[in-house]
């Protein structure tokens, strides 16, 4: 089974700290993806990087930056945490072949800004 | 821009009966769609895809329909257990366009 992991269930930060959330695959995926889920809203992409190093923006790239050093490992920073970052963070990836669609993500990290 | 939304935010089933959640799409260009299922404090698992060249595709126990005409598509899940209580999504890519668009989700309760 692919196995996605991410490094918190929960988080509490405080206004202006740098958050880090890290992200990690067990199956060789090319393809890994940042999301927020918002009531209402749906999920909505971050950043996704299709190979090691590589990176694109999402639809709502601003106040959040991304690193992708290993294969399996895709870490999304929050350089200067708000309170409108507060939010349900997912990560997924999935393989080459089949690009952005089957993706298999995480199960989630709740981040709490104060 | 494009878009993705779902009709209903709620849908109530009882055990048994067959489930039938819509979605909506605005671009007529979107070329593959796909149903994700979140249960509750996990992540979206993938459930069945269907490309824009087809009009209906079958899983296990869930068929999706998809109608170009109205920029349509459904997820009908047959004989609702109680396990399918989840929120379902729909989601959708666009042709030169390289990520998926998620709609808003429908969360499906099965009564018992």
């Known amino acids: 089974d692919v196995k996605v992991t991410q490094s918190s269930r929960y988080l509490v930060k405080r206004t202006g700290e740098k958050v880090f959330l890290e992200c990690v695959q067990d199956m060789d995926h090319e393809n890994m993806f940042w999301y927020r889920q918002d009531p209402g809203l749906g999920l909505r992409l971050i950043y996704f990087?299709?190979?090691?190093?590589?990176?694109e923006k999402g639809d709502i790239p601003e106040g959040y930056s991304v690193s992708r050093e290993k294969k399996e490992r895709f870490s999304l920073i929050l350089e200067s945490a708000s309170t409108n970052q507060t939010s349900m963070y997912l990560c997924?990836?999935?393989?080459?072949?089949?690009?952005?669609?089957?993706?298999?993500f995480g199960p989630g990290t709740r981040l709490t800004v104060l | 821009g494009e878009s993705v939304g779902l009709h209903l935010p709620t849908l109530s089933v009882q055990e048994g009966d067959n489930s039938i959640i819509n979605c909506a799409y605005s671009?007529?260009?979107?070329?593959?769609f796909i149903w994700y299922k979140q249960e509750s404090g996990k992540g979206p698992q993938f459930i069945i895809d269907i490309r824009s060249n087809m009009d209906k595709r079958q899983g296990q126990r869930v068929t999706v329909l998809l109608n170009k005409t109205v920029k349509h598509l459904s997820l009908q899940i047959a004989a609702t257990q109680p396990g399918d209580s989840a929120v379902y999504f729909c989601?959708?890519?666009?042709?030169?366009?390289?990520?998926?668009?998620f709609g808003a989700g429908t969360t499906v309760t099965v009564r018992a």
């Open positions: 997924a990836s999935s393989t080459r072949t089949s690009g952005i669609g089957e993706q298999f």
């Open positions: 989601a959708g890519t666009f042709s030169n366009d390289y990520k998926l668009s």
């Open positions: 990087s299709y190979d090691v190093k590589m990176k």
């Open positions: 671009n007529s260009a979107s070329d593959y």
